[in-house]
């Protein structure tokens, strides 16, 4: 299991996007998420019309998604972190910046 801390990509049903799985970036910290049992996760899609295009980032292709992806910063949400599904893959950088 990966370590859930900011950057980290996961997997979760997001309600802010139709209820449906997506991956998403962790932006809470090891502590706050140890604190809270909750980690506030951003979701990514492959689909460019959910946000606005000055609320999307296009997601580097070296995070592991299988398709062209963005960040869409208006789908935010918490979520309980036994619900959150880790991937070996972590944003960092100017890109985890931006996100935030």
């Not at 970036?25 to 502590?31: G, H, P």
């Not at 946000?51 to 963005?70: F, N, S, T, Y």
Request: with cysteine; glycine share 8%.
């Amino acid at each position: 299991m990966y370590d859930l801390d900011k950057g980290r990509i996961v997997t979760a049903v997001l309600s802010s996007m139709g209820g449906k799985l997506h991956p998403a970036i962790v932006l809470s910290t090891k502590e706050e998420i140890a604190a809270t049992g909750m980690a506030f996760v951003v979701g990514i899609s492959g689909n460019d019309t959910i946000a606005l295009e000055a609320d999307r980032i296009e997601v580097p292709h070296r995070l592991g998604m299988k398709k062209q992806c963005w960040v869409q910063c208006d789908r935010h949400e918490l979520v309980p972190v036994d619900q959150l599904t880790p991937k070996p893959f972590k944003a960092w950088g100017k890109f985890l910046d931006d996100v935030q």
